[in-house]
């Protein structure tokens, strides 16, 4: 049933990339088989109340993009033959919406096929009523879910990355450079092992929300229009880049309107001058939002590079061995 389920999402991806098939259907194909885990006990930490149905987007720039998320969770992306790692996905969209069609779930698939076992979080948004703080928990919580049950799913424990798009990109990379950050109380079993992903993945991120770059929808959302320096520091990743930071690989386009490279460089820059281990690969052209891209784009590159740089960390072994 696995492999199954593996082939099948495999062939809706590649029918949309193509063409063959309309585009929307991708999640809904993907996720009805989905086994889901919940991440929180009855009600999330922190405040906040969401009323009524989740929403799925069905026109412009929201197409296929889900709000209004009352129960966080994480949707499994089963391999046929495991490869020994996971990665935790999130999709951007500002923290306003959280771009499932556009970038988490092709990424999921395409991990998948290529052996890693995948967890596409769909987190709380602060626009929807949360605490600012919220994506931030649910991240974390994941990470600490997914290591504790890392037997269960075939997974070596230190093999765990995170990887994110835009607004998930920010998340994500706060996830790994402040994974010890106490944002809420807990002390069931997932609480007893860290939360630091061993890899990061960082496509086209949100970065700062410093000047020049404070003009995203993200840093509204988490600090306000009229933040002082002490919170947009305190929420900018470049604020946390460590040499403690895990292996970091950074994606973006030259001509991205919303978050320019600038965020990239600047993240790339501060992780090599602490003595982290960190890549920076930046294309001419490709804009914002483009998940996996088309194949005509020398931005569609980038999952293959990415499989490159995780079989140099022995993240993952080359085809045949």
Known sequence: ??????????????????????ALPLAAAVSSEREEIMLWPGSPPGNGKVTGPEKIGEAGAGLGAASNISTPRMRV??????????????GGGGYFRI?????????????????FTVFE????????????????????????????????????????????????????????????RALYAGADRYEHVSARPDFAVLLFPVVTLRKPYDTTRTRREI?????????????SLDTYASKDAPPTIIFAAADDPTTPPGHGILLFQTLIAAGAS??????????HGWGLGEPEQVISQWPGLFAHWAQSLQITKKRGE
């Open 1 to 22: 049933m696995i492999a199954r389920r593996a082939l099948i999402a495999l062939g809706v991806m590649l029918a949309v990339l193509a063409g063959v098939v309309p």
């Open 77 to 90: 992306y089963r391999p046929a033959t495991p490869n020994g790692a996971a990665v935790l996905v999130a």
């Open 99 to 115: 771009q499932l069609k556009k970038e988490s779930t092709p990424a999921a698939v395409w991990l998948q096929a290529q052996g």
């Open 121 to 180: 979080l769909i987190y709380r948004l602060p626009n929807d009523g949360w605490d600012a703080s919220a994506p931030f928990m649910d991240a974390q919580r994941a990470m600490k879910i997914i290591r504790t049950r890392a037997g269960e799913f075939g997974v070596d424990p230190a093999k765990i990355g995170i990887m994110g798009f835009s607004a998930g990109g920010h998340l994500a990379g706060f996830t790994a450079y402040q994974p010890a």
């Open 223 to 235: 600090v306000g229009d009229k933040a002082t320096p002490e919170a947009e520091a305190a929420w």
């Open 278 to 287: 960190a890549e920076l690969h930046l294309f001419r052209d490709g804009g």
